[in-house]
């Protein structure tokens, strides 16, 4: 394994955040046709194992799959697929559970299962050795993908996320406090949760939260998640540093990034994530003026990172 930081373009001026109605505009459209020559994009639902995956699928080169965070759907990335569009098919959908997927009778959710679901989609939209993206929940789905599958997919792209590791005690009360929204949900709704959260975090550490305003609505506009698909989904989240997942099967080029005002026991995660990825060529990076959702705190930079790495080390 060999590892460097990927360079970038240096840090956004003050002003208008970047994002600023930036991802308005709804990709629920079918065949919706863009201004200036852009692509159209695809939505639709397709048969994955037990459930209808929605998924929106845009431009044409080689394939780039976003996979969303909890909570959230596959609007988080409008921002990359409209910067990368004309050079790469972008495709975002929804996860189990999320968004207009929605949910199913299965019980108990885990990354495994969102990777089967997610190998049955590419499988369905013949995709093939596609570069996965992924963001917190979306990044532990792409690790188990890429650790399952190494020969499907040609790069590994994760942003915000957790692995399996050994947790100091503030790390265990991070994910303890996942098992715990999800009960308290029944009485709270997760997303009176996140903008109570948010408020907290804001004051106790100024920047942790980056766009709130963005995730917000994004999380406030998509279907509601029912409290028992909530319940499941949490339990997946808080899981999964405590599974048996092993990084070391990771075999493609990988970009492992969190956004610079990340609690310090995240970036401890991810440090240890570009350890244990001892059999792939990785690079890191710190996304600046970002919090836990990177991609939406600061798309122009994370999509121009993203682009560098794809085109450099995955496409050379």
């Known amino acids: 394994m060999w590892s460097r930081k990927i360079q970038v373009p240096p840090k956004r001026k003050e002003g208008p955040h970047p994002n600023d109605g930036r991802i308005r505009e709804t990709i629920e459209m079918k065949k919706a046709s863009h201004n200036q020559g852009a692509s159209d994009t695809e939505s639709e639902f397709v048969r994955t ?12 080169g080689p394939p780039i799959v976003f996979i969303h965070g909890m909570t959230m759907s596959a609007t988080q990335w409008e921002p990359q697929m409209e910067a990368l569009d004309g050079e790469f098919t972008t495709i975002a959908y929804d996860v189990r559970g999320h968004g207009r997927t929605g949910g199913s009778d299965r019980d108990p959710y ?41 020969e499907k997919i040609a790069g590994l792209v994760v942003s ?5 590791a050994p947790l100091p005690l503030k790390g265990r009360l991070i994910f303890a406090n996942l098992r715990f929204f999800g009960l308290l949900d029944r009485v709270v709704r997760y997303t ?24 917000q609505r994004l999380m406030d506009e998509a279907p509601t998640i029912s409290h028992a698909e909530f319940v499941k989904i949490a339990n997946s989240v808080a899981q999964f540093p405590e599974s048996d997942f092993d990084a ?23 440090k240890k994530l570009a350890a244990q990825l001892t059999n792939a060529d990785v690079e890191n990076s710190v996304i600046p003026d970002a919090g836990h959702a990177s991609n939406i705190d600061n798309p122009t930079f994370f999509s121009a990172v993203l682009r560098e790495f794809v085109v450099q080390q995955v496409l050379k």
Not at 49 to 60: F, H, K, L, P, S
Not at 160 to 164: G, I, N, Q
């Open 49 to 60: 194992n037990d459930i209808e995956t929605y998924y929106v699928r845009r431009g044409d």
């Open 110 to 150: 885990n990354m495994s299962l969102y990777a089967a679901d997610l190998d049955a989609l590419l499988t369905e939209l013949n995709v093939e050795n596609p570069v996965l993206c992924g963001l917190s929940m979306g990044g532990c789905i792409a690790q188990v993908y890429a650790a399952t599958y190494p």
């Open 160 to 164: 915000d996320t957790f692995t399996a």
């Open 192 to 215: 009176i949760l996140n903008r109570l959260q948010t408020w907290v975090g804001q004051r106790l550490a100024p920047g942790i939260a980056g766009d709130s305003v963005t995730t």
């Open 248 to 270: 070391s099967k990771i075999t493609v080029p990988a970009l492992v990034m969190h956004g610079e005002n990340v609690p310090p026991v995240l970036q401890d995660m991810h």
